[in-house]
């Protein structure tokens, strides 16, 4: 009687652990996994959703941010985009009754501490415009009018000079400085690290080539100086 | 009163059968107990299994249409970047044909400029203006020099002329640098050489956000 109730009562202990540790334990396991699966998926399907909701949005203004994009790009162009520039200058002076004698453009420099552009390999450049026009005092004022507000183009004015003109007042001869902005290339890192320029005992066929590891220039430090100026000059039909 | 006639040892085998039997089926029922046990618990897998499956393509459908709208994202984060440079690129423009337009308005009838020039001090650290009369106060930001001169005298002319600009909306600390009595012909005028530095109020903020209105 007592071996059978031992016998019996550890069969059961035996089954039980056997269970528990064989069967029902990585059962247990399995749905715990499962459940922070499911967590897991249910945090990304809602930050999905919040996602598509928001794309879904940008989506119904896609027409605006095309349209705002499109006008981006001609206010701060991806290249100086010279001619187009001439033609806004020349517009807005026959217009206002200007008649340019001259414009003198810098070469394009990186601006110091600006924003990041969309794409990281361009940055925003300013090339420094120099102009002179005849003009009275009132068709300069139409004349910068028409730049602040009728432009498409970023024009930043920054100097503005007027004197009396070789006929006589109320003739004026009158100089102007504007930056006008375009993406250039990137400047490189300063604080990235320079090729090691290798010292190689040379024969005098190979010297060329040991000497040729110096890092490219980058744009933000050109060896031309800013003076460097294209001087054009127009005419104006007004 | 009940008389058992079976022999003892008959009994006995009897009872431990009966023992036996009793052992087995405890051990059955637990074995049941255990089998519905994991039989539940495996449903309640098999039910998780689905839950995950069908969390998963529903991820994976929401996957797919981020991806198919990502160019939208792309289109935003563009447009953002670009309004950060413009309004960085035109943070300091004044509007000149108003400064101008209000400079001529101060001048008094009796005087007249022979040479104006006007520069903003750049804010992003570049050029800056004339080296003339320091003012550290933050809304200084651009300086006109004026040349010119008054059919009238340091005073009334000169002196209202000072009055007048310091009254134009825009501009400050009118500054006469230098005067001298002069003429042209046979008119005596007082030729005067004046400063007056432009205040943050000149700026048009018009970029302040990016593009501009259309039409602004």
Redesign the interface.
């Known amino acids: 009687m007592t071996r059978l109730l031992v016998a019996v009562v550890l069969v059961a202990l035996l089954s039980a652990v056997g269970w528990w540790f064989g069967l029902q334990a990585p059962a247990r396991e399995q749905q715990a996994a499962l459940d922070a699966e499911i967590a897991e998926l249910q945090t990304q399907e809602t930050q999905l959703s919040n996602q598509v909701q928001q794309l879904r949005e940008l989506e119904l203004r896609a027409p605006q941010l095309r349209s705002d994009l499109d006008r981006l790009s001609a206010y701060i162009p991806p290249d100086p985009d010279q001619a187009r520039l001439l033609e806004l200058l020349q517009d807005a002076g026959n217009a206002a009754g200007v008649t340019f004698t001259a414009l003198s453009f810098t070469d394009p420099q990186p601006v110091v501490d600006a924003p990041v552009a969309a794409t990281p390999t361009v940055a925003l450049g300013a090339v420094t415009v120099t102009g002179a026009i005849e003009s009275t005092y009132f068709q300069l004022m139409d004349f910068l009018r028409r730049l602040e507000i009728g432009s498409s183009r970023a024009i930043l004015v920054t100097q503005v000079g007027l004197t009396e003109g070789e006929d006589g007042f109320p003739a004026l001869t009158a100089t102007f400085t504007a930056q006008i902005f375009a993406l250039v290339p990137a400047p490189l890192d300063p604080n990235a690290q320079p090729e090691v320029e290798v010292e190689v005992e040379a024969t005098p066929l190979e010297e060329g080539a040991a000497r040729a590891t110096a890092p490219p220039d980058p744009v933000g430090a050109q060896s031309a100086p800013p003076e460097d100026e294209v001087q054009v000059s127009m005419r104006g039909e007004g | 009163m009940s008389v058992n006639l079976l022999p003892e040892r008959e009994e006995r085998r009897l009872l431990a059968q009966r023992?036996?039997i009793t052992?087995v089926l405890?051990?059955a029922a637990?074995?049941i107990i255990?089998g519905t046990?994991?039989l539940l618990?495996?449903t309640?897998?098999s039910q998780?299994?689905d839950?995950?499956d069908e969390?998963?393509q529903?991820?994976a459908v929401?996957?797919a249409?981020?991806t198919s709208?990502?160019v939208?994202?792309r289109?935003?984060?563009?447009?953002r970047?670009?309004?950060?440079?413009?309004a960085?690129?035109?943070a300091?423009?004044?509007?000149?044909?108003q400064v101008?337009?209000d400079l001529?308005r101060g001048v008094p009838d009796s005087a007249?400029?022979?040479?104006?020039?006007?520069?903003?001090l750049?804010s992003?650290?570049?050029?800056a203006g004339q080296d003339v009369f320091v003012q550290t106060d933050a809304d200084d930001i651009g300086v006109f020099v004026v040349n010119g001169y008054t059919t009238q005298t340091f005073t009334p002319g000169l002196e209202e002329m000072l009055r007048r600009f310091g009254q134009i909306d825009g501009l400050f600390q009118q500054y006469l640098s230098n005067a001298n009595v002069d003429a042209i012909g046979d008119v005596p005028v007082t030729r005067f050489d004046a400063e007056v530095r432009m205040d943050a109020t000149a700026r048009?903020r018009?970029?302040i956000d990016?593009?501009p209105e259309l039409g602004?």
């Open positions: 023992r036996g052992a405890i051990l637990l074995w255990l046990l994991l618990q495996l309640t897998v998780r299994v839950t995950r969390a998963a529903r991820v929401l996957q249409e981020v709208l990502a939208f994202q289109m935003a984060d563009d447009a970047a670009g309004n950060e440079l413009l960085y690129a035109m300091d423009e004044v509007s000149w044909a101008l337009l001529a007249s400029f022979t040479d104006v020039n006007g520069q903003l750049d992003r650290g570049g050029v048009t018009r970029y990016g593009l602004k």
